[in-house]
Nanobody, 122 residues
Framework: QEQLVESGGGLVQVGGSLRVSCAAP????????MAWFRQGPGKEREFVAG????????YYADSVKGRFTISRDNAKNTVYLQMNSLKPEDTAVYYC???????????????WGQGTQVTVSS
């Protein structure tokens, strides 16, 4: 069941930047870890970045380290993914997810958004 709402996807050229957001309208995710996953054409869903609530620990996939930044605004129940130096292989549907506890694999997340398309053109 979708409980999260992503926004901010779109078309961007190689080397460009984009920020996607994930909001949780009507509820708080205090105590929840938030994460971004993506699924490219013909690929399996993969972990991109995650941030834990309690101490703010942050994790990134090796493929996005140094280019993507995850952050959260607990007062707004919103998590962001700032994506810089975008590459064609970053093209995917980006999903945000939330789970109570620590960052984990995709199967461990209870709440998901509907996804937002990010397309990087060369």
């Amino acid at each position: 069941q979708e409980q999260l709402v992503e926004s901010g996807g779109g078309l961007v050229q190689v080397g460009g930047s984009l920020r996607v957001s994930c909001a949780a309208p009507g509820r708080t995710f205090s105590g929840y870890s938030m994460a971004w996953f993506r699924q490219g054409p013909g690929k399996e869903r993969e972990f991109v970045a995650g941030i834990e609530w309690r101490y703010g620990s942050i994790y990134y996939a090796d493929s996005v380290k140094g280019r993507f930044t995850i952050s959260r605004d607990n007062a707004k129940n919103t998590v962001y993914l700032q994506m810089n130096s975008l590459k064609p292989e970053d093209t995917a549907v980006y999903y945000c997810a939330a789970r109570l506890g620590l960052v984990a694999g995709a199967n461990e997340y209870k709440y998901w958004g509907q996804g937002t398309q990010v397309t990087v053109s060369s």
